[in-house]
């Protein structure tokens, strides 16, 4: 699956943040996918995303 991750400036403005090929969608793979994201200077915020994990909402 590709997944495409979009920030969100303050003023409203999009960016994409990053393009991600996975096998599977485990947490293992989102904390490398958030590792690689914070190693980029991403600032932590909330995040949205489908509740795959049990969560649709919550702390990056």
């Known amino acids: 699956m590709l997944y495409v991750i979009v920030g969100l400036h303050e003023e409203g403005k999009k960016d994409i943040l990053g393009l ?3 096998r599977s969608e485990t947490v293992r793979e989102w904390v490398r996918i958030r590792n690689d994201l914070k190693a980029r200077g ?7 995303h489908n509740g795959q994990l049990g969560r ?3 702390r990056c």
Do not use: M, S
């Not at 991403?42 to 949205?48: A, C, D, K, L, M």
């Open 42 to 48: 991403v600032r932590e915020g909330e995040h949205n």
């Open 56 to 58: 649709d909402k919550g």
């Open 20 to 22: 991600w090929l996975l």
